[in-house]
């Protein structure tokens, strides 16, 4: 059987902002910040990524998650702001991995569409790089609006934007992208 702590956490990160705003009302913002650091590193320590790594980086990722696990000991911050930072980090790491891809000879989404379809027709390898640029593009403007949220919104705003509305936004580019893309395929394939 499978280890199903990746899934769990990952599960548990993506609903975070709606468990603040629940959790706001029992918890103080410390154990929040806690409970989030902790599914951070519970997180990290079940990815694969992080066992091909080595033994020095994992120590030390280990410890400066460790660090930021006990600052709330340590010192009297704005944890709250430091909480709904969290979706503003999420989407800068993945806006990087799609942006920076695009300065490499094959980027992101025609590596996944290449793990996912094998070989691929010439005319989709421009069209992959495009889509590419539009998730770019989306993550970017979706960083911006989780900072504004974090900086400027009302904790209920906050929660229903990073929590839902940001998913809904999501699926629907994807679902946007799978109706153009299949449109594509057909002018590909076609004689």
């Known amino acids: 059987m499978k280890n199903p702590l990746p899934a769990i956490t990952g599960i548990g990160l993506a609903v975070y902002p709606l468990a603040v705003i629940a959790g706001i009302r029992f918890w103080e913002v410390g154990t929040l910040w806690m409970v989030l650091l902790g599914l951070m590193t519970l997180r990290l320590l079940s990815a694969r990524w992080f066992h091909r790594q080595t033994l020095i ?109 940001s998913y809904l936004l999501v699926a629907t580019l994807f679902a946007i992208e799978y109706g153009i893309r299949q449109h594509q395929r057909r002018r590909w394939s076609a004689p």
């Not at 974090?150 to 934007?161: E, F, K, Q, R, V």
């Open 57 to 165: 980086l994992q120590g030390s990722l280990v410890v400066i998650l460790g660090i930021l696990l006990a600052l709330p000991l340590w010192l009297e911050l704005d944890f709250m702001l430091g909480i709904r930072f969290y979706p503003v980090l999420a989407n800068l790491a993945v806006f990087s991995l799609f942006f920076s891809s695009l300065f490499s000879e094959r980027p992101l989404v025609e590596r996944i569409a290449r793990l996912r379809e094998g070989k691929l027709p010439p005319e989709a390898i421009p069209y992959t790089r495009q889509v590419t640029r539009v998730w770019s593009l989306f993550l970017f403007a979706n960083s911006l609006v989780a900072l504004a949220t974090a900086l400027w919104a009302p904790d209920w705003l906050w929660g229903l934007y990073n929590g839902l509305i």
